[in-house]
């Protein structure tokens, strides 16, 4: 079976490059991986202390990254960040905190071998998923010790299944699964693998550190004004038709900021063609342009998403219609009720809020504007809902902790 699989991904790496012709992304994720050996072995030359943290893009970076910086403080060591995806890498190829910044070479044996026995590793994180086989089975052969941070398991997934026994075993040689819940490890254990601690989510630790960092965005106090806020983050398409929708509703009440997932020229002009009855202004014009007439903002930049929810009287999370919720955490953290589409139950912490009452999934803009009607004649509600954020981010911290007390104890 591992034939196959490594031809599987052969011929996916062989359509990447074939899109790159057409895609900007795909042209990023092939060009960046053209002289990454080369790169990787300067890099490496004379490092025999590397900690190496594998995460799929951005969002697992953030997630990785309370585990990246305790392990800094704690040891001397150099720190070894890989992405498979473009939009994490080039966001955080230059980013402070790690020694070395690459792409990860794909899973292919020899790219593997090759891969471990320049970086030589002295311990990997592997964040949340990216299970891949052929790491895992060169780790193993050179008893380096892996693993994996904040995951979740569901039993419908194909490892769990008749045809992937072949590929349980590859998870068995994981030194432990640090998972999000009890529903995981239950489900690890039922499947003969024990080297399971629920630890949490790390993702509650790095959002609530950069909820504690002073700072202030001071253009959106000009553009509020004396309305109130409703941030749209992480949003696609489908939810910026939901949004037109419903904004033609609460304009009176409310201003928008919209931080749309795709930040490209294409992307942004068919936002503003929506929002063509309103006034609307983008964040690269807004040091020649008067935003605090305009009613609607649009971040055309990335990084910026996290501290604006600080501004938010109301949170909209984007990617529930249609590509996967986007990360919550990050509004909820600033304690105010949050929205997002119906394609939510894949996502634990959206499951727990909805269940708590601080989160609303919807269907229609009429449903999002109804509640927002309710809040706003009943406030007490509103303070209700904002308190259950509040403590539901205060009962989920540490799991970077136990993660890192679990490591020393088994280290000594």
């Not at 590397?50 to 997630?63: P, R, V, Y």
């Not at 008749?162 to 349980?168: R, S, T």
Request: charged letters at 25%; one cysteine or more; glycine letters at 4%.
């Amino acid at each position: 079976m591992r034939v196959f699989y490594s031809l599987f991904i052969t011929i996916h790496t062989c359509l990447i490059k074939s899109a790159s012709l057409f895609f900007k992304k795909a042209k990023l994720w092939s060009n960046g991986r053209k002289k990454l050996w080369i790169s990787l072995e300067e890099k490496c030359q004379g490092r025999n202390d590397i900690i190496w943290f594998h995460c799929a893009s951005l969002g697992e970076f953030e997630q990785g990254k309370p585990l990246m910086e305790k392990i800094k403080q704690d040891k001397n060591v150099s720190l070894l960040v890989t992405f498979f995806s473009p939009s994490g890498f080039e966001v955080k190829k230059d980013d402070p905190l790690a020694d070395i910044v690459t792409y990860l070479p794909v899973d292919t044996p020899q790219n593997a071998k090759k891969f471990i026995s320049i970086v030589k590793p002295q311990k990997v994180f592997f964040i949340k998923y990216e299970i891949w086989y052929n790491y895992i089975m060169e780790l193993s052969k050179a008893g380096i010790p892996f693993y994996y941070v904040s995951s979740i398991f569901r039993e419908n997934q194909y490892f769990f299944k008749g045809y992937g026994k072949w590929f349980l075993k590859q998870l068995k040689k994981c030194n432990c699964f640090f998972v999000q819940n009890e529903n995981s490890g239950k489900i690890l254990r039922k499947h003969g693998i024990s080297n399971v601690v629920v630890a949490g989510d790390t993702r509650f630790d790095r959002v609530y550190a950069i909820a504690q960092y002073p700072f202030e965005l001071e253009f959106i106090p000009l553009f509020k004004k004396e309305k109130k806020i409703l941030v749209a983050g992480s949003t696609w398409m489908p939810d910026e038709k939901l949004l037109a929708q419903l904004f033609q509703k609460i304009s009176t009440q409310y201003k928008l900021i919209i931080a749309p997932h795709e930040v490209e020229k294409n992307h942004i002009e068919q936002i503003k063609k929506l929002f063509h009855s309103f006034s609307v202004v983008c964040y690269s014009e807004k040091e020649t342009k008067d935003i605090s007439n305009a009613e609607i903002l649009i971040i055309d930049s990335i990084g910026l998403l996290s501290k604006i929810y600080k501004y938010a009287d109301i949170s909209y999370i984007g990617g529930a219609f249609k590509t996967g919720l986007h990360n919550i955490l990050e509004a909820v953290v600033f304690e105010k009720p949050i929205f997002f589409g119906p394609e939510y139950r894949k996502f634990n912490e959206a499951v727990e809020l909805v269940n708590h009452g601080a989160a609303f999934s919807i269907t229609c803009a009429n449903e999002m504007a109804q509640q927002l009607l309710f809040f706003e004649n009943n406030p007490s509600s509103y303070q209700t809902t904002c308190d259950i954020c509040k403590n539901y981010i205060a009962q989920n911290l540490g799991a970077t902790d136990k993660i890192l007390k679990y490591i020393i104890m088994v280290s000594d």
